[in-house]
């Protein structure tokens, strides 16, 4: 019997195979791709036939499919695909699985043939039957070829439920394992793209990618990173892999500083291979840290609309000729949108204004290095900081329509205090925001206030006791 080769199409003498046949039974998800048009891969998108439910044991053609199972089922582990042996003292009959191992695209159709050596009792073809994963198939899947072969046709192949392969074994009567296969389904991978990379010490780089625009090939697929200098030198290939995630790759040392490197993603599996553009880039471009540490919120005093951020540069910038700037963003408790602040230059605390009063802040801070040995591009910016929480005092001013205590009789009223902080707060928010906090900010405000009102005194003519300068007319 001719066997089709990994395209799926078979000789014109070939046993024919009803197209409702399918491999995998009803219950199981589909795991074909929709076609992708214009596709790297030529011709694999052409194998993909619509999916047709498969038959139960025993189910002729065209008839309802049994119900689904549970989603319980659907997540057991599946064992690693092992070939099939002779039972132990069985010797005497052995068989073989033709093709072995075979590796199909999805959408293609196999036929096999199982074929057993010697004349043991029991072990004929009409004796035998086919598993898949330990699960028996239906007799309408199988033929008799002659007495020592039973062939199986298989068509519109899904991908396999485990990328070490599908177990495809050959039985006798009495259940024993006479021979077994690995039957491989799935597609050839696609080319990976969205490259990044990063240094943190200006020694090391690690990189990730996206593996494909829809990722799943059904097949273990191995990524490789690949670098080397652009003008010169042999290409190197990235060991140490999954450091940041399931497809990333850290280079830890023997970097060079001052060139630029070209690095690209080569991805290979039983179908083919595919590579990544190929991403050029200088280590001192890509510096970034690690968060700032150490973030402290806190209360300004009574303020009730103002907290304080400060923070530790990252311990990178002590190590070597770093620059930085910093983000804070900030949010409510019971709100996702946060609220950034972008011009908090190089400076490691802030306050920030115009808050809520009596509410709870969750603030982040981020760094970003640049001007690294003279570089032009600005760094990569970190992670966010863990978020840092503190809510703002409550009002004491009343509502509307509240009661305010009135003050006693001979206590001085409270309204010239009231309008001094509002000017003051106002003054803040105007001057301060952000700002470097080494000198004392009411001072400085109490200092301008003093030389405005100075400035008004001359203008209008005041004099220091308080008295009205006249204009004296010539002596007599």
């Known amino acids: 019997m001719a066997v089709p080769g990994a395209r799926g199409s078979g000789d014109a003498g070939s046993w024919q195979v009803p197209a409702e046949v399918a491999l995998l039974p009803a219950w199981l998800p589909s795991t074909r791709r929709p076609h992708r048009p214009g596709g790297s891969h030529s011709g694999s998108a052409g194998q993909r036939a619509p999916q047709v439910p498969a038959e139960e044991e025993g189910t002729p053609g065209g008839a309802s499919a049994p119900p689904p199972r549970p989603a319980a089922a659907l997540s057991s582990p599946l064992l690693l695909c092992v070939l099939g042996a002779p039972r132990a003292g ?42 898949l994963n330990g699960r028996r198939l239906a007799p309408e899947l199988s033929r008799v070829l002659n007495a020592s072969t039973l062939a199986l046709a298989l068509a519109n192949l899904n991908g396999s439920r485990q990328q070490s392969g599908d177990n495809l074994v050959c039985h006798a009567r009495d259940g024993s394992i006479l021979a077994g296969s690995c039957l491989y389904v799935g597609l050839p991978p696609e080319k990976p793209f969205n490259i990044s990379c990063w240094s943190k010490n200006m020694k090391d780089l690690t990189c990730r990618w996206t593996p494909g625009a829809h990722g799943e090939t059904f097949l273990h697929t191995n990524y490789s990173l690949k670098y080397k200098l652009r003008w010169y ?54 510096v970034t840290t690690d968060p700032p540490p150490d973030v402290h919120v806190s209360r300004v005093g009574g303020l ?14 002590k190590d070597f000729l770093f620059q930085a700037k910093y983000q804070i963003r900030y949010r409510v408790e019971d709100s996702v949108d946060w609220k950034v602040v972008d011009d908090v230059s190089n400076q490691t605390s802030c306050r ?45 001013r009343p509502g509307p329509g509240g009661g305010a205590c009135e ?7 409270s309204g010239p205090v009231r309008r001094e902080l509002k000017q003051f707060l106002g003054w803040l928010k105007k001057h301060a925001y952000c700002s470097n906090l080494s000198f004392r900010l009411y001072d400085q405000w109490r200092a301008w206030m003093q030389k405005t009102h100075k400035t008004r005194n001359q203008d209008e003519g005041i ?14």
Not at 104 to 127: K, R, W, Y
Not at 376 to 396: D, F
């Open 90 to 131: 069985s010797g005497a009959h052995t068989a073989v699985i033709s093709p072995q191992d075979p590796t199909l695209l999805i959408g293609s159709s196999l036929q096999a043939t199982c074929s057993v050596h010697g004349d043991p009792p029991g072990a004929t073809a009409e004796g035998l039957y086919w598993t």
């Open 233 to 286: 030198g042999q290409d190197n290939t990235c060991e140490e892999y999954h450091t940041v995630g399931p497809h990333s790759c850290h280079i830890p040392k023997d970097l060079a500083l001052f060139t630029p490197y070209e690095i690209w993603v080569e991805a290979t599996n039983r179908l083919g291979s595919a590579r990544s553009d190929v991403l050029t880039l200088d280590i001192l471009d890509v």
């Open 304 to 317: 009730e609309d103002q907290l304080s951020v400060r923070w530790v540069s990252p311990p990178a910038l």
């Open 352 to 396: 920030l204004a115009g808050l809520k009063p009596g509410t709870v802040y969750f603030v982040q801070v981020r760094c970003n290095p640049f001007g690294i040995y003279g570089s032009k591009k600005a760094g990569i910016w970190s992670e966010w900081s863990h978020p840092t929480a503190a809510s703002t005092p409550r009002s004491e």
């Open 407 to 413: 003050p006693r009789g001979g206590e001085p009223s």
């Open 463 to 476: 004099l220091p006791s308080g008295r009205r300068g006249t204009t004296r007319g010539p002596a007599r």
